[in-house]
């Protein structure tokens, strides 16, 4: 199958300015989303996405159709940037809001739409680093579950595996408040 | 597809078979038709808990990342086009070594050439004329002192 960016970073590459603002608008908030959900950090992941693009800009007139897919390969750079910022900085993941905590302590009330992302959000960053990029690039990403292994370097099963895991701590972690948390969901 | 493989891939992906392999999704669909009340319990469940999971959505980047993305792209001025003239380390080394050898040859030639109306060295008034300033002034020193 053609890949859908060829054309786009052909032009990129000529310097067409108005292909670069396009490959922008239609790749840059997933490699925001990517950046936020790994690092739980914005002005990290505006600062992946920014250093992603670079690298765009860098490889576009070289770059030769007929391997990966160029969101692929845009994915990979992305995940291994916030790799290597969690490994530098020493840490799995990103801080966890106090109203979590308080959250998971006890609280039996309705909540919004916001709050239940933002507790799926602080859940998100207690995963183990390579549990969270599978989920990432499997659930939020769209990626496929070859792409996805690809891009982390392991094989399908590992993938699979890194998969199941990853669901089932989060299930645990939201446990507490899964009630609540699905009420409104259930209703909906 | 059998129970235990279903299970097995739910548990990674999710209910949604969309999110499924390409060569085992119409199997798992086929199978979830049939499947018995157990299987479907879990997957109704499966289906509640990737809903909460799909809250933590995608927000539009801001406009100012996005603006500052764009500028920082290369244009067509800063893109070099067309074939580039072969520096002097891509020529071969006998096309060097000839080129090399024909340039001191006419060098030589052109030394020894006498020239048949030598010109006098009267530069001093040239640069005069054309409004020569601090040079002619040297020139003109030089020249009286030649005479």
Known sequence: MRDPDEELVRRVGAGDKRAASELVRRHLPRMVGLGRRMLGDAAEAEDVAQEVFLRVWKHAATWKPGQAKFETWMHRVAMNLCLDRLRRAGRNGGEVSPEFEDGRASATRALDDRQRRERVRDALMLLPERQRAALVLCYYQDRTNIEAAEILGVTVEALESLLSRARRTLKTELAAERADLLSGLEAG | ?147
């Open chain 2, 1 to 147: 597809m059998n129970e235990s493989r279903f299970m097995e891939l739910m548990a990674a992906y999710g209910a949604d078979l969309a999110r499924w392999p390409d060569d085992v999704r119409g199997d798992a669909g086929a199978f979830l038709e049939v499947a018995p009340h157990r299987v479907k319990d879990v997957w109704e469940s499966e289906r509640t808990f990737d809903r909460l999971l799909l809250l933590e959505r995608d927000s539009p980047a801001s406009i100012a990342l996005e603006t500052r993305i764009i500028s920082s792209a290369p244009d067509r001025r800063m893109v070099r086009r067309g074939p580039r003239v072969p520096a002097l380390w891509d020529i071969p080394k006998w096309a060097a070594g000839g080129a090399l050898a024909a340039s001191l040859a006419l060098g030589f030639a052109v030394g020894y050439a006498e020239p048949e109306h030598p010109v006098p060295p009267d530069y001093a008034k040239m640069l005069t004329l054309s409004g020569g300033g601090a040079g002619s002034v040297f020139l003109s020193a030089m020249t009286e002192k030649e005479q």
